[in-house]
């Protein structure tokens, strides 16, 4: 009876060993994560092509690490699985920057319109359309000398080594 008890829990244990699975390689775990922060990302809405390539990727990797356990296969794919779902991640941020690029143009040029409008209605002087700003003086600039013209060029040497 005691030898029954031991073979039991013998084979109880070989059952659980092997439905025991190996770990998966590095960078399948990288690639899932990537890919669950580009699913939720702006990706999912702006890019979801990208995000669709990345997912398939992501399940080609799956597929053969689920064949074969470690292969360098697995591992490549992995590979290009996370680096789609960045790619996706990447793109769609960029689409959504742009999109609040254009937004942030459309305000600016309804408050230039609208700054016209109060300065065109402001009583005044007002500068034709036609007629030249108003200039200010240059600036002066220093010891600056203007070296002899040698055949027909100027030469204006700079004022660090016009020093007598």
Do not use: N
């Not at 899932?32 to 702006?42: I, L």
């Not at 789609?84 to 920057?97: D, H, N, P, V, W």
């Not at 108003?134 to 070296?147: C, L, N």
């Amino acid at each position: 009876m005691r030898s029954h008890r031991w073979i039991l829990a013998i084979l109880l244990l070989g059952g659980l060993a092997g439905c025991a699975s190996a770990p998966p390689p590095a960078e399948l775990l990288h690639a899932r994560k990537s890919y669950e922060r580009a699913r939720k990302s702006a990706a999912a809405e702006l890019a979801p092509v990208d995000l669709h390539g990345a997912r398939e990727a992501l399940e080609r990797a799956e597929r053969a690490f689920t064949g074969d356990l470690g292969s360098a296969e697995a591992r490549d794919l992995a590979y290009i699985a996370e680096r789609r779902a960045q790619l996706a991640e990447s793109l769609g941020s960029t689409a959504a920057a742009e999109r609040l690029r254009g937004a942030a143009l459309q305000v600016y040029g309804e408050v230039h319109i609208a700054l016209r409008r109060q300065a065109d209605a402001a009583p005044g002087p007002r500068r034709q359309p036609d007629e030249p700003a108003p200039q200010r003086p240059a600036a002066p600039r220093g010891r600056e000398r203007k070296a002899p013209a040698r055949g027909g060029i100027a030469v204006h040497p700079p004022a660090i080594l016009d020093r007598r």
